[in-house]
């Protein structure tokens, strides 16, 4: 009988990219995330929508263990990223992370930033690495700026080759912390554009956004967090045109 | 003056070189302690943290004078009672190992300072594409670091250079101990030092020019 429980577990996780069981994380006295439990499955496009200091962040540092846990458990493509024998650099290879202030290596040109990490981790060769870069670079309409260095770029080209840098090591689930939110409004759509393409290709996405609109368009699931839980989820149309939740109401009648 | 360089010129040369000799030595010594202590201090383990900060304060809390006699006079003497009768120091090793102790300090915290100046995402950025703890610092943090320590280094190298004067009470023969000897010897004190003087800035003026030229080529390639 264990044994199949057992069994039935594993499978779980197999179909499941991301499992997350009753994550908490506690910052000293801070609870900040209280109880989340959340299943993503592949090519989903999950975006998490929320106030400021809901959590929605944190979370999702917690998936690729930029941040510990307090307890609870992450099981990422069957590899359990909460337990201390896991290796974890290896699983990060798979996930891509996109950050809100980009966080490209500013002493690197844009294709040493897309190359340092596969050239180095062994994924590529030094040329086929520089190959893939160029070819994500003509992706994110930015082929003609391998050789220059972040501060020579716009905030919106940054975000590009910060998603393009993340997608050079070939990952399988992609992590979006905020990426729009340190952008001037005239570049928040070039950065969505790409992303839309990636959703499109049937990329696993966790997006953290303020943008509504792109949680509507590109989205298969919308989850509005509050308070370290998840309050309400469902479809965009559930979740935005139609929120069950008093809490849910009152946020997006603030933002829309 | 005239008389001074002309009689005493080779040997204040030689003494010159004796100083510069002690200056490199410790530099490169102090820069490996550097490295390892602000390291030490940068991670998140509380007993290296600990350790590097004990280091830190011990050497900043003692004058160089003391530390040089401590090392010079104090540390033979206890090996000697743990029954290593024949044990003797060389003034330029106590030297060497003063000067290294107590620039290796300052370069602690410099490099300390210097990687904690680069902004905490670079090394996120990298850990998330896979890259372990050290090569992130090796090849995202530490080069980026780098460009906000050299002006801070140079400055420690110019005053370690300044420093090595102080030796002259162990008896090194660097240049302000032969300075003092020439005075000894000609009673001509006030050409005597200028001399030894304007000895040391030629020195420390071009080691600064160098310095500001290696502190513009960086910023270029920003």
């Given at each position: 009988?264990?044994?199949?429980?057992?069994?039935?577990?594993?499978?779980v996780s197999a179909q499941n990219k991301i499992s997350v069981r009753n994550l908490k994380k506690n910052f000293g006295p801070l609870e900040v995330i209280k109880d989340i439990s959340l299943e993503v499955t592949e090519g989903e496009v999950v975006v998490l929508i929320g106030p400021s200091g809901s959590g929605k962040s944190t979370f999702l540092r917690c998936l690729n263990q930029l941040e510990t846990v307090t307890s609870g458990q992450i099981i990422i493509d069957g590899h359990d990223v909460t337990d201390k024998h896991t290796d974890i650099n290896k699983?990060?290879?798979?996930?891509?992370?996109v950050f809100q202030h980009f966080n490209l290596?500013?002493?690197?040109?844009?294709?040493?930033?897309?190359?340092?990490?596969?050239?180095?981790?062994?994924?590529?060769?030094?040329?086929?690495?520089?190959?893939?870069?160029?070819?994500?670079?003509?992706?994110?309409?930015?082929?003609?700026?391998?050789?220059?260095?972040?501060?020579?770029?716009?905030?919106?080209?940054?975000?590009?080759?910060?998603?393009?840098?993340?997608?050079?090591?070939?990952p399988d689930i992609m992590l979006f912390d905020e990426p729009t939110s340190a952008l001037d409004p005239e570049m928040v759509g070039e950065v969505l554009a790409v992303m839309k393409e990636?959703?499109?290709?049937?990329?696993?996405?966790?997006?953290?956004?303020?943008?509504?609109?792109?949680?509507?368009?590109?989205?298969s699931r919308v989850i509005f967090m509050e308070g370290g839980y998840i309050v309400e989820q469902g479809t965009p149309e559930e979740v935005l045109d139609h929120p069950k939740e008093a809490r849910t109401i009152d946020f997006l009648s603030k933002v829309l | 003056m005239i008389m001074i360089i002309q009689?005493?010129?080779?040997?204040?040369?030689?003494?010159?070189?004796?100083?510069?000799?002690?200056?490199?030595?410790?530099?490169?010594?102090?820069?490996i302690i550097g490295m390892i202590f602000g390291l030490m201090n940068v991670g998140h383990n509380r007993i290296l943290n600990f350790i590097g900060t004990v280091y830190v304060d011990a050497i900043r809390g003692?004058?160089?004078?003391?530390?040089?006699?401590?090392?010079?006079?104090?540390?033979?003497?206890?090996?000697?009672?743990?029954?290593?009768?024949?044990?003797?120091?060389?003034?330029?090793?106590?030297?060497?190992?003063?000067?290294?102790?107590?620039?290796?300090?300052?370069?602690?915290?410099?490099?300390?300072?210097?990687?904690?100046?680069?902004?905490?995402?670079?090394?996120?950025?990298?850990?998330?594409?896979?890259?372990?703890?050290?090569?992130?610092?090796?090849?995202?943090?530490?080069?980026q670091a780098i460009r906000t320590m050299i002006p801070s280094i140079i400055n420690q190298f110019i005053i370690t250079l300044k420093d090595t004067?102080?030796?002259?009470?162990?008896?090194?023969?660097?240049?302000?101990?032969?300075?003092?000897?020439?005075?000894?010897?000609?009673?001509?004190?006030?050409?005597?030092?200028?001399?030894?003087?304007?000895?040391?800035?030629?020195?420390?003026?071009?080691?600064?020019?160098?310095?500001?030229?290696?502190?513009?080529?960086?910023?270029?390639?920003?």
């Amino acid at each position: 009988m264990a044994d199949s429980r057992n069994l039935d577990s594993s499978d779980v996780s197999a179909q499941n990219k991301i499992s997350v069981r009753n994550l908490k994380k506690n910052f000293g006295p801070l609870e900040v995330i209280k109880d989340i439990s959340l299943e993503v499955t592949e090519g989903e496009v999950v975006v998490l929508i929320g106030p400021s200091g809901s959590g929605k962040s944190t979370f999702l540092r917690c998936l690729n263990q930029l941040e510990t846990v307090t307890s609870g458990q992450i099981i990422i493509d069957g590899h359990d990223v909460t337990d201390k024998h896991t290796d974890i650099n290896k699983v990060r290879e798979n996930i891509g992370m996109v950050f809100q202030h980009f966080n490209l290596f500013n002493h690197l040109s844009v294709l040493k930033n897309m190359t340092l990490a596969p050239v180095h981790l062994k994924t590529l060769s030094k040329e086929a690495a520089k190959q893939k870069a160029f070819e994500l670079l003509e992706r994110v309409g930015l082929a003609d700026k391998a050789e220059a260095y972040p501060s020579q770029l716009s905030g919106g080209q940054k975000q590009r080759v910060a998603i393009a840098r993340a997608l050079e090591m070939n990952p399988d689930i992609m992590l979006f912390d905020e990426p729009t939110s340190a952008l001037d409004p005239e570049m928040v759509g070039e950065v969505l554009a790409v992303m839309k393409e990636l959703a499109k290709e049937g990329m696993t996405m966790v997006v953290v956004t303020h943008e509504i609109g792109f949680a509507r368009e590109v989205a298969s699931r919308v989850i509005f967090m509050e308070g370290g839980y998840i309050v309400e989820q469902g479809t965009p149309e559930e979740v935005l045109d139609h929120p069950k939740e008093a809490r849910t109401i009152d946020f997006l009648s603030k933002v829309l | 003056m005239i008389m001074i360089i002309q009689t005493y010129g080779m040997v204040l040369v030689k003494a010159l070189g004796q100083t510069v000799l002690l200056t490199v030595l410790s530099l490169v010594f102090a820069m490996i302690i550097g490295m390892i202590f602000g390291l030490m201090n940068v991670g998140h383990n509380r007993i290296l943290n600990f350790i590097g900060t004990v280091y830190v304060d011990a050497i900043r809390g003692v004058p160089l004078i003391v530390l040089a006699y401590f090392i010079y006079f104090g540390v033979p003497q206890g090996i000697q009672q743990m029954g290593f009768t024949s044990f003797k120091l060389e003034p330029l090793m106590a030297g060497t190992i003063t000067l290294s102790l107590n620039c290796g300090a300052y370069m602690a915290e410099i490099i300390r300072a210097g990687i904690q100046s680069v902004d905490r995402g670079q090394m996120e950025a990298g850990r998330s594409l896979g890259l372990s703890y050290s090569a992130g610092m090796a090849l995202i943090v530490v080069p980026q670091a780098i460009r906000t320590m050299i002006p801070s280094i140079i400055n420690q190298f110019i005053i370690t250079l300044k420093d090595t004067s102080i030796l002259s009470a162990i008896g090194f023969p660097e240049l302000t101990n032969v300075g003092k000897t020439i005075m000894g010897n000609t009673f001509k004190n006030l050409q005597a030092w200028a001399v030894v003087a304007i000895m040391y800035m030629i020195v420390i003026i071009t080691l600064s020019k160098v310095s500001k030229r290696i502190e513009r080529r960086i910023n270029r390639g920003r």
